[in-house]
């Protein structure tokens, strides 16, 4: 249901971004990614299957929006930095291969109800991801230091992390 949801939204949010704003879509979609936890949690606390499949459904939205973090990382920085700010993005991609597998086994039996807790775990990085985005992401160009210290590559790192602990 994850990738299903993610195929559906790649369309819509692509188009959110290119007439809102990259903030917006992202915003979006990191509630939506909550939302989705909640939802999925929900389900698992009544027993719920459809539920559970519904939250997958609308944490894959969440998902088709991390495919746009390293086109927001090259608007931010200098076309010199720009390899470098996708790099980034994409060890941010690797770092979460890495540290989303250990979070689900920290949480997995957490709680009486198994897995509850990485929904839980889940919801409350998709509240701290969407409170780090900037008030814009198609900032003008920086230097290559200060690029590396901003708000929006910070939040896309995290954001980036998050995204593993699906997989």
Not at 46 to 73: I, K
Not at 112 to 128: G, H, M, S, V, W
Not at 137 to 163: E, H, Q
């Amino acid at each position: 249901m994850v990738v299903l949801g993610s195929m559906l939204a790649a369309q819509p949010l692509s188009g959110l971004m290119a007439r809102y704003g990259r903030r917006t879509g992202f915003s979006v979609a990191t509630g939506l990614g909550a939302m989705g936890a909640m939802i999925a949690a929900y389900g698992l606390y009544t027993s719920s299957f459809a539920l559970l499949l519904l939250g997958s459904l609308f944490t894959g939205v969440y998902m088709s929006a991390q495919g746009f973090y390293r086109f927001a990382a090259t608007d931010t920085a200098t076309p010199e930095f720009q390899p470098k700010a996708i790099s980034y993005v994409m060890a941010g991609g690797l770092a979460s291969a890495i540290i989303g597998p250990q979070l689900m086994k920290l949480t997995a039996q957490a709680m009486a109800i198994p897995f509850l807790a990485t929904y839980l775990a889940i919801i409350l990085i998709n509240l701290a991801g969407r409170s780090c985005l900037p008030s814009s992401i198609s900032l003008p160009r920086r230097a290559v230091r200060k690029a590396c210290r901003t708000k929006a590559a910070r939040c896309a790192r995290f954001s980036a992390v998050r995204s593993s602990s699906w997989r």
